[in-house]
């Protein structure tokens, strides 16, 4: 079955971007029946969604993240991206990505998680 | 604050029925937006429990089940077990953020 996996760096300075990459293996991530989402969750709170995209078309931001993301797929590597502009310790939290289906359906499956921490 | 309200934390002993509710408004449940379940425990990563407000994805048991009523939805568990301890997350969409939000989670303890 589809699994996905997060991987980037762990630590990232105040001001810089933040980076990670998503490799979902065991389907193709270019299908026009799923899409491709990034979560985070602040340490000890709730789940905030970030943004989405197909693996053709426009993404789909958080209005309150907007102005700071940009996402990405790149099919020949069955790899989405993140990028996080001008990161804060705010934007200290564990990221997710997961598969949400066109139908509506919930996201499912997730990765496991990476922790990204914001911090001098 | 979450969009989507749920109680910080409900309990029930072993065998009991707990229900955890999930309440919105008109920009999201009560705009007919379907409603999902997830099931967190510490340290993994969420997992769906409920999609389309009752629908259970094949490895779920029967024990969960999902309702939506309004702009309110609830997710029951009944024959609680000890290994249902975890954090317990609703979602949904809401029109006027033009986001998918989640509730601020529930963690179930089985006393």
């Known amino acids: 079955q589809v699994q996905l996996q997060e991987s980037g760096p762990g630590l990232v300075k105040p001001s810089q971007t933040l980076s990670l990459t998503c490799t979902v293996s065991?389907?193709?991530?270019?299908?026009?029946?799923?899409?491709w989402t990034w979560i985070r969750q602040h340490p000890g709170k709730g789940l905030e969604w970030i943004a989405y995209?197909?693996?053709?078309?426009?993404?789909y931001y958080n209005p309150s993240l907007k102005s700071r993301l940009i996402i990405s797929v790149d099919t020949s590597k069955n790899q989405f991206f993140l990028k996080l502009r001008s990161v804060t310790v705010a934007d200290t939290a564990v990221y997710y990505c997961?598969?949400?289906?066109?139908?509506?359906?919930?996201?499912?499956?997730w990765g496991q998680g990476t922790l990204v921490t914001v911090s001098s | 604050q979450s969009v989507l309200t749920q109680p910080p934390s409900v309990s029930g002993a072993p065998g009991q029925t707990v229900t955890i509710s999930c309440t919105g408004n008109?920009?999201?449940?009560?705009?007919?937006?379907?409603v999902h379940w997830y099931q967190q425990f510490p340290g993994t990563a969420p997992k769906l429990l409920i999609y389309?407000?009752?629908y259970r994805p094949s490895e779920v048991p029967d024990r969960f089940s999902g309702s939506k009523s309004g702009t309110s939805a609830s997710l029951a568990i009944s024959g609680l077990q000890t290994e249902d301890e975890a954090d317990y997350y609703c979602?949904?969409?809401?029109?006027?953020?033009?986001?998918?939000?989640f509730g601020g989670g529930t963690k179930l303890t089985v006393l």
């Open positions: 997961a598969r949400g289906s066109n139908l509506e359906r919930g996201f499912d499956p």
């Open positions: 008109s920009s999201n449940i009560g705009a007919g937006y379907d």
């Open positions: 995209m197909y693996y053709s078309g426009s993404p």
């Open positions: 979602q949904s969409y809401d029109t006027n953020l033009s986001a998918w939000v």
């Open positions: 389309e407000n009752n």
């Open positions: 065991g389907g193709s991530i270019s299908t026009g029946s799923y899409y």
